[in-house]
């Protein structure tokens, strides 16, 4: 029987991707690109292009990012139909997320549409972009009996002064949804020199601050990383 | 000037390096095997061993694990001298830890003496315990709005009660410190069935377990990772 896979193509630099990845990028018939809009353009199909077999036949599935939970289940259920059909047809699927699968991705939408088809599902990791940001500035997530919280910035910027208390490191997934508003908090609360950003990390156009006034002020890209300290960055 | 890599291996599999990791050890001159304890045994060293040259040199270096910081820092320090001594002769070197090296790793101690020698350091990041784990059983961290807390578990499972109160998703590192009082926590607050542990995750010896009297009775594997959902698993 053909099988569905998971593939993590991790954060941006087409080598921070593992080697089962592209043992199995190499082994598919198909590979399946998530799209947010149809637009064709898909940041994980640049990092995994290089590694494709000529012959690869490449499907964009659009999965809308909003809040209406309701079309995201009956696109999500969409497209696991057009999924069921090919893995029928005896094709091998590989779809690609950035990052890690199980990390904040489209991919999670999908599973329990392809578990209830008994479709069979292996997942392969991927780096994820904190693991990355972190290595890129050589500043730890966590050592010892530190927690660390990863938590994705919403656009009221819930729950960032709470977990800001709680924890002693602190990841903050998608700082582009209200990046002046977290500033403040992050000033209020006195992290202003304990916080580092990254933006397209690992990529030619890669940026990285500490500034605090900048990070108010400037507009922060979608594919960016905070990470707080309780410690000096 | 020769450099100093921090090189994530990943979590067991040889197969869930990067392509970077790979490159880096096969350029590397000499490997550095963080150990315990001196034994010349290195799970990390075993995870490698097939992608190094033939004439690469490994040298193990004891990092103790106590929490006698005084100890833990001099002995840092003593390394990091062997570590500049190589660099000085030209030596260019690779420090391996399993997973990610900014994820509790023996590499995080090492950091600030390398830094204040003015070693040239570049950290690849590696796959976590936890994207591992997650893949394998196909259960996903963390999606939407939710928060992931990443806890090590201390031998007297200090915060676990609050961090369960307080997060969406858990997962619990170490969990062999005290596996059966963390068995207790868990029922008592309604997670017997809103878990899974994986050890020794994608080897041989892998074992998965959903059972929560299993978890009490059982001695749990050094090489282990339970994740806690609030939903069902």
Redesign the interface.
């Known amino acids: 029987m053909a099988k569905f896979y998971?593939i993590?193509v991790?954060?941006g630099?087409?080598?921070?991707?593992?080697?089962?990845a592209?043992?199995t990028l190499q082994y598919v018939d198909i590979i399946i690109c998530p799209e947010a809009k149809k637009d064709k353009d898909s940041i994980a199909l640049n990092i995994v292009r290089q590694y494709l077999k000529e012959n690869t036949e490449i499907i964009f599935l659009t999965f809308p990012m909003t809040h209406d939970k309701e079309a995201v289940t009956s696109k999500a259920l969409e497209n696991s139909v057009v999924i069921k059909n090919e893995i029928d047809k005896g094709k091998n699927i590989g779809f690609i997320t950035i990052g890690?699968?199980?990390?904040?991705?489209t991919y999670?939408?999908l599973?329990p549409h392809l578990?209830s088809k008994g479709i069979q599902?292996e997942?392969?990791?991927?780096?994820?972009s904190f693991?990355?940001v972190?290595?890129?500035v050589?500043?730890?997530?966590?050592?010892?009996?530190?927690?660390?919280?990863?938590?994705?910035l919403?656009k009221d910027c819930?729950?960032l002064d709470k977990?800001l208390d709680?924890?002693d490191n602190l990841v903050i997934m998608k700082p582009s949804h209200d990046s002046a508003k977290m500033a403040d908090i992050l000033e209020a609360k006195g992290y202003s020199n304990k916080f580092v950003l990254v933006s397209k990390c690992g990529t030619e156009e890669e940026e990285i601050c500490y500034d605090i006034d900048r990070l108010r002020k400037e507009k922060v890209h979608y594919l960016s990383t905070l990470i707080v300290k309780q410690s000096k960055v």
Chains 1, 2 share one sequence.
Not at 13 to 20: F, R, V
Not at 123 to 128: N, R, V
């Open positions: 998971g993590g991790g954060p630099d087409p080598e921070l991707i593992t080697i089962k592209v043992k890690d699968p199980m990390v904040f991705s999670i939408n599973l578990k599902i997942t392969i990791p991927g780096i994820t693991c990355a972190a290595g890129r050589n500043i730890p997530l966590c050592t010892k009996e530190e927690t660390l919280g990863i938590l994705p919403m819930f729950s977990m709680d924890y």
